[in-house]
C-alpha cells in the first residue's frame, strides 16, 4: 500500500523553463511534507518542506503547493537550471503523536527524475 | 564537519553470509535511521532509534538488527544475507524524532548473490 505516490517516473525540461513535479497521498494523517533532492551515488538532501496549515512555501527557486482537500503536493522549480537534474522525493509524515504509525516517520515516494536540458 | 558518514561504500556478499553496516553522524542528532533504497520504491524505513538507547522496527524490518551504540553511531546487521536484500542503503540523522529534517549519509551499495 503505497501511501505516498510520485506517478511521473521521469520529467525532462528546457534550461530556463518551469519544471513541476507532483506527489499523491492517501494518508489523511500527513500533516507535514518535505521534498528531497537526490544526485547520482550520494544521499539525499533536503530541500523544502510545508506543514498542513500551509498552502504554499517558498525558497528562491523553489515553491511547494500543497492541495489538502486533493491530498496532492507540487514543487516548482523556476527557473530550471541544469543543475537541478536530479531524483526528486516528496516524503510525508505526521508531527501530531496521535497520529499513529506514521508519527515522526517519514514515507517517501517513489521519486522522479528530472532532466534538465541546457 | 562530516554530517553522516556510512562504511563501507560498496560490498558484495555470498547468500548466507552476515555483515554489519556502519554509520556515525557528528551533528549531537538524538535520532538515527535506515533506509534501503531500490528501483520503483522510493526510500523504505528499516529500523529507527528515536533517542539513545531506544530502537524500533520500520517498515521493512525482517531480516535486519541494530545497534545504537551510542549517540553517534548506529549499525545495521544481516545476519544471513539473501539476494532481496541487494540495495542500496542510506543511514539518517535528525535533531530529534518527528523533527523531519533528516541528514543522509552517501549511502552502501550491497550486492548479495
Known amino acids: 500500500d503505497q501511501q505516498v505516490k510520485q506517478n511521473s517516473p521521469s520529467l525532462s525540461v528546457q534550461e530556463g523553463r518551469i519544471s513541476i513535479l507532483n506527489c499523491d497521498y492517501t494518508n489523511s494523517m500527513f500533516d507535514y511534507f518535505l521534498w528531497y533532492k537526490k544526485y547520482p551515488a550520494e544521499g539525499p538532501t533536503f530541500l523544502i518542506s510545508i506543514s498542513s496549515i500551509k498552502d504554499k512555501n517558498e525558497d528562491g527557486r523553489f515553491t511547494v503547493f500543497l492541495n489538502k ?7 516548482h522549480i523556476v527557473p530550471s537550471q541544469p543543475g537541478d537534474s536530479a531524483v526528486y522525493f516528496c516524503a510525508a509524515s505526521t508531527l501530531n503523536n496521535a497520529g499513529g504509525t506514521s508519527y515522526g ?3 517517501f515516494g517513489q521519486g522522479t527524475i528530472l532532466t534538465v536540458h541546457p | 564537519n562530516a554530517g553522516v558518514t556510512q562504511t563501507p561504500k560498496f560490498q558484495v556478499l555470498k547468500t548466507g ?3 554489519t553496516l556502519q554509520c556515525a553522524q557528528d551533528m549531537n542528532h538524538n535520532s538515527m535511521y535506515w533506509y534501503r533504497q ?3 520504491m522510493g526510500l523504505r524505513l528499516i529500523y529507527y532509534s528515536a533517542s539513545e538507547g531506544t ?8 531480516g535486519y538488527n541494530v545497534s ?8 545495521l546487521r544481516l545476519e544471513s544475507a539473501a539476494p532481496s536484500q ?7 540523522s535528525s535533531e530529534r ?13 550491497l550486492t548479495v548473490l
Not at chain 2, 530502537?55 to 525482517?62: H, L, Q, R, S
Open chain 2, 38 to 40: 531500490d528501483p520503483g
Open chain 2, 86 to 92: 541487494t540495495s542500496v542503503y542510506f543511514c539518517a
Open chain 2, 97 to 109: 524524532f518527528s523533527y523531519n529534517e533528516q541528514f543522509f549519509g552517501p549511502g552502501t551499495r
Open chain 2, 17 to 19: 553470509q552476515s555483515m
Open chain 2, 55 to 62: 530502537t524500533d522496527k520500520g517498515e521493512v524490518p525482517n
Open chain 1, 105 to 107: 516517520k517519514l514515507t
Open chain 1, 69 to 75: 482537500s486533493a491530498k496532492h503536493l507540487s514543487l
Open chain 2, 68 to 75: 545504537r551504540l551510542n549517540k553517534r553511531e548506529f549499525s
